[in-house]
């Protein structure tokens, strides 16, 4: 199967299965809670390797993945709906998703609230007062309120990348070096 297509079927799996605990979780009143649950929950993937493989690879049975989040969950204090829901997508034998599921759940909530999602991508780390000036320029521009999700490409050499919905704005120094470039190349 090519990429795009395992990366389709990644995000078609990780779009239901957030959909589905988002439901329940509006039912619930208790969105902010299962966000925060997740959000721990992927910030501990996020500091584990081995926790990555856990869910990556197809070699762990779905019996000891189910026992290894569950094992997880407890020792995090996740329970309620996300500790059931990793329960339950470990069973399933999507564990390899499921970093794609907490993503489109927090976009779903984002939505709900009324937010967009911008995705920066800056050569140097922003502190928060550049981070809240780039929010209030969004928010000016699109009318609604905007989370911004920052990563680092130092190959950038300054400037950034911002891309909201199908817009991209781009004032990097390596584009603009580039651009530079091929116009100097027309004129020679």
């Given amino acids: 199967m090519p990429v795009a297509d395992t990366s389709q079927l990644i995000s078609g799996v990780a779009e239901r299965y957030a959909s589905s605990l988002f439901e329940l979780a509006l039912e619930a009143g208790s969105i902010d809670a299962v966000g925060a649950d997740l959000a721990r929950f992927q910030a501990m993937v996020d500091e584990s390797a081995d926790l990555k493989r856990l869910l990556?690879?197809?070699?762990?049975?779905?019996e000891d993945?189910?026992?290894?989040i569950v094992a997880l969950c407890q020792k995090a204090g996740i329970g309620g709906l996300v500790g059931n829901f990793l329960k339950v997508v470990a069973g399933n034998r999507r564990l390899f998703a499921v970093t794609g599921m907490i993503a489109a759940f927090h976009?779903?909530?984002?939505?709900?609230?009324?937010?967009?999602t911008a995705e920066?991508?800056?050569?140097?780390?922003?502190?928060?007062?550049?981070?809240?000036?780039?929010?209030?320029?969004?928010k000016s521009v699109t009318g609604?309120?905007?989370?911004?999700?920052?990563?680092?490409?130092?190959?950038?050499l300054g400037g950034l990348i911002v891309k909201v919905g199908s817009r991209q704005i781009d004032t990097s120094l390596r584009?603009?070096?580039?651009?530079?470039?091929l116009a100097l190349k027309e004129v020679g």
């Fill in 65 to 68: 993945q189910e026992k290894a």
């Fill in 120 to 138: 920066v991508t800056s050569a140097h780390a922003l502190d928060a007062a550049q981070e809240n000036e780039l929010k209030a320029a969004l």
């Fill in 107 to 116: 976009q779903i909530a984002a939505r709900e609230r009324g937010e967009i």
């Fill in 144 to 156: 609604q309120d905007v989370t911004v999700n920052v990563s680092l490409d130092p190959s950038l």
């Fill in 175 to 181: 584009t603009k070096l580039s651009t530079l470039k």
């Fill in 56 to 62: 990556s690879s197809p070699v762990f049975s779905s």
